[in-house]
């Protein structure tokens, strides 16, 4: 099992930046990728940003040149730094990982997913 804990949340208004930060723990387990998402009220999850399998990165449209992914594999850990925040930032931020866990004779992969860190942006 992994667990994933995220800080960073908060009030900002617009124009303001945020840093979302993402650790995973657990025990025999190793990171494939993390990402962050968001989820709006009324809205669907959507895609933030991901480091991708192969190590590269994928942003959403909307938030590209404000948001930066970034990774410290030594701490299992994920980074979102967030400028030239707008109100349509609003959302519950999840950070997302897949990760291969070994088992005795065994492994797999498998999602896992925060608890979500809310980001009001006012306007």
């Known amino acids: 099992q992994v667990q994933l804990v995220e800080f960073g949340g908060g009030l900002v208004q617009a124009g303001g930046s945020l840093r979302l930060s993402c650790a995973a723990s657990?025990?025999?387990?190793?990171?494939?990728?993390m990402g962050w998402y968001r989820q709006a009220p009324g809205k669907q999850r959507e895609l933030v940003a991901t480091?991708?399998?192969?190590?590269?990165?994928r942003y959403a449209d909307s938030v590209k040149g404000r948001f930066t992914i970034s990774r410290d594999n030594a701490k299992n850990t994920v980074y979102l730094q967030m400028n030239s925040l707008k109100p349509e930032d609003t959302a519950v931020y999840y950070c997302?990982?897949?990760?291969?866990?070994?088992?005795?004779?065994?492994?797999?992969?498998?999602?896992?997913w925060g608890q979500g860190t809310q980001v009001t942006v006012s306007s």
């Open positions: 997302n990982t897949q990760a291969r866990i070994t088992f005795t004779g065994s492994s797999g992969n498998y999602v896992y």
């Open positions: 657990g025990s025999s387990f190793s990171i494939n990728f």
């Open positions: 480091f991708t399998n192969g190590g590269n990165t």
